[in-house]
C-alpha cells in the first residue's frame, strides 16, 4: 500500500470463518462500509493454499485478513503462524474476529503481530478503526 492509504474500492479482505451464520454477519458488515473486494475461506487449509496461491500471482495478497481462531483442519493460531513465516506474508495486516476468550489465545496473537483482536460478531465501528489504521479511505 502506498503511504497515501488505499481506497475502498481497490483493498482486499480475505475472510477466514467456518460459521456460515459468522461469515454472513462479517459481509454484512465488510459491505456496508464499502469493502467489495471479499475472499472467503472456509477452514485453516483454504486460507493458507489462498494466500500461497495469491502471493505466487500477478495479483498479490489481500490488504487485510480477518481470521477467525476455531477453525477446522488447521486452527486459526497455526494460520497466522505460518502467515508470519512466509516471507511473502509476514508483514500482512491480520485482524482477529473471535468467539474465544482464552488469554493465551489473545496473548500468541499477539506476540504474532496482529492488529486487533476482536469478539464476534464483527463491528462496523471496529472496522473502520481497523481501516483507518491500515491507511484505507
Not at 475461506?41 to 502471493?55: I, K, N, Q, T, Y
Amino acid at each position: 500500500m502506498t503511504e497515501q492509504g488505499a481506497l475502498l474500492a481497490d483493498f482486499r479482505v480475505l475472510l477466514v470463518e467456518d460459521n456460515p451464520d459468522d461469515e454472513f454477519l462479517a459481509m454484512w458488515v465488510l459491505r456496508k462500509v464499502g469493502l467489495k473486494r471479499v475472499s472467503v475461506a472456509r477452514d485453516g487449509r483454504e486460507a493458507l493454499d489462498l494466500l500461497s496461491d495469491a502471493a505466487g500471482g500477478e495479483g498479490g495478497v489481500p490488504d487485510l485478513v480477518i481470521l477467525d481462531l476455531r477453525l477446522p483442519r488447521i486452527d486459526g493460531i497455526e494460520v497466522l503462524k505460518r502467515i508470519r513465516e512466509d516471507a511473502r506474508t509476514s508483514d500482512l495486516p491480520v485482524l482477529v474476529l473471535t468467539s474465544s476468550e482464552d488469554a493465551g489465545d489473545k496473548e500468541s496473537c499477539r506476540r504474532l503481530g496482529i492488529i486487533d483482536y476482536c469478539y464476534k460478531p464483527l463491528k462496523e465501528g471496529a472496522l473502520r478503526g481497523i481501516l483507518d489504521r491500515v491507511g484505507v479511505r
